[in-house]
């Protein structure tokens, strides 16, 4: 019987001595947030087409269309020289009810065919994206849906925002610190908490009918950060 009330008392004292141990400190530290911006050039522009033919039925609409989307095709691939590039394309039928007005013969009501293809297209000729516009409008064949003005995602530009955003974290840190009257020691921890904003600058269509097309001087990058610092007294 003394092997287990043995056990139980050593168990017990060192519970107690564990107990008694003051609770461990937890490391002083200190975390800011810091942004970086820069404004570069865009170096690229994104454009929307369409080719939309109609008919009275799905088979007058597709048998159409299969012409005037090669010809916009070809189209397009005559302006690669240009810097333009299809990125992608989508067909697609519509078919159009007419909403008749109040007293309308609801009989005579016809409904209508689309058959389109869209295409997305890049442009890496800013220099030219005026007259590449004026060239798909006098096509005939096109629909401009959209103009988007962008920076490519491995620009320049993006590390230069993120160093940005670690001087102004840096400079916030210091001056906490100075203020709160203690010292900044190593780095713990940097978070990519990357906050970048719009990066596009977009023309609708109504903009670019008879004027002039003209890319934004700058864009604005940005980029975010979160540094942890270990701190403690002044020595």
């Given at each position: ?6 056990a ?5 004292i060192?519970?107690?001595?564990a ?7 937890s ?28 008919g ?46 109040p007293?309308a ?19 890496t ?18 629909e401009?849906?959209?103009?988007r003005f ?16 670690v ?25 990519d ?5 719009p ?37």
């Amino acid at each position: 019987m003394r092997s287990p009330i043995i056990a139980a008392l050593i168990l017990t004292i060192c519970s107690s001595l564990a107990a008694a141990q003051p609770a461990a400190r937890s490391e002083a530290t200190l975390t800011v947030r810091g942004q970086g911006e820069v404004k570069v050039p865009p170096d690229h522009a994104n454009m929307t087409v369409e080719v939309v033919t109609k008919g009275k039925s799905l088979d007058a609409a597709t048998a159409a269309h299969r012409a005037r989307a090669q010809r916009a095709t070809d189209a397009l691939r005559d302006m690669k020289k240009d810097g333009l590039a299809i990125e992608r394309s989508v067909f697609r039928l519509n078919e159009v009810r007419p909403t008749p007005g109040p007293g309308a013969n609801q009989g005579r009501a016809e409904t209508e065919y689309q058959a389109i293809t869209t295409f997305e297209l890049k442009s890496t000729r800013l220099d030219k994206i005026d007259g590449t516009v004026t060239a798909l409008a006098a096509t005939g064949l096109f629909e401009v849906r959209n103009l988007r003005f962008g920076i490519d995602e491995k620009s320049p530009g993006m590390k230069a925002a993120r160093k940005n955003a670690v001087d102004d974290a840096r400079d916030r840190a210091t001056t906490y610190a100075d203020a709160a009257g203690v010292q900044l020691g190593e780095i713990l921890r940097i978070d990519d908490t990357e906050s970048r904003g719009p990066r596009a600058f977009a023309v609708s269509a109504p903009m670019m009918r008879g004027v002039q097309v003209v890319p934004p001087e700058t864009l604005a990058l940005s980029a975010s950060v979160s540094m942890t610092w270990r701190i403690g007294g002044k020595p």
